[in-house]
């Protein structure tokens, strides 16, 4: 079982087109985060959020608690956003659930 | 800081051989886990630690062992090595709490042959 879905699963765009990419989740939690995975496969943090939206910069990230699902926006995309993003979600008992992540590729 | 370190980068195994993921932190934190990446499968937690000398299993736990004697070292242990055990190994790290920073470390990765 998938305690937490990721869609799309690939995603190519143009630079500067208006990104997004979604996260279902099935479990209760305390919080969701998103990383950002490079290329060389280091793994990184985005966003930590129990509810609402937060941004950095060109990120987006917001959440909704009562239907399981948030989504990370990314305006203006350039190719150095190109990354896998993953979902995670921090359950009520000290454990992360991932998701399998979403590989986006941004062409000049 | 050095942040989160693993060693070694890279391990080839033979089945049945046994061996030590190293994980430290210089960040004083509380919470360190350890998770393994498949293709097509994301993260999956392994073992993890609230503290030192307290630890716990995760989603995937049978064929690794843990230990937490300090703050800063969280060692994973193979104990008999098995080609389902190739994969790549994250440790991380954070302060206590759902809403903190996860710090992770730059992998290991393992081919059991």
């Known amino acids: 079982k998938n305690e937490v879905e990721q869609s799309p699963q690939n995603l190519t765009a143009q630079e500067g087109e208006f990104i997004t990419i979604n996260c279902s989740y099935s479990?209760?939690?305390?919080?969701l985060h998103w990383l950002q995975q490079h290329p060389g496969g280091g793994i990184v943090s985005l966003f930590m959020l129990s509810s609402g939206k937060k941004k950095h910069g060109r990120l987006i990230a917001t959440i909704n608690i009562q239907e399981k699902h948030s989504s990370l926006h990314i305006t203006a995309s350039h190719p150095r956003d190109s990354a896998v993003y993953i979902c995670a979600v921090w359950d009520t008992g000290n454990q992360f659930y991932f998701g399998t992540g979403t590989s986006l590729t941004v062409i000049p | 800081n050095a942040g989160v370190t693993q060693t070694p980068k890279f391990q080839v195994l033979k089945t049945g051989q046994s061996m030590t993921l190293q994980c430290a932190q210089d960040?004083?934190?509380?919470?360190m886990s350890w998770y393994r990446q498949d293709p097509g499968m994301g993260l999956r937690l392994i073992h993890y630690?609230?503290?030192?000398?307290?630890?716990d299993q995760g989603e995937v736990p049978n064929g690794y062992n843990v230990s937490r004697s300090t703050t800063e070292d969280f060692p994973l242990r193979l104990l008999s090595a098995a080609p389902s055990q190739t994969s790549v190994y994250f440790c991380?790290?954070?302060?206590?709490?759902?809403?903190?920073?996860?710090?992770f470390g730059p992998g290991t990765r393992l081919l059991v042959l």
């Open positions: 630690s609230v503290g030192a000398g307290i630890t």
């Open positions: 960040m004083n934190h509380e919470y």
């Open positions: 991380a790290s954070s302060y206590s709490g759902s809403l903190v920073t996860q710090y």
């Open positions: 479990v209760g939690i305390s919080a």
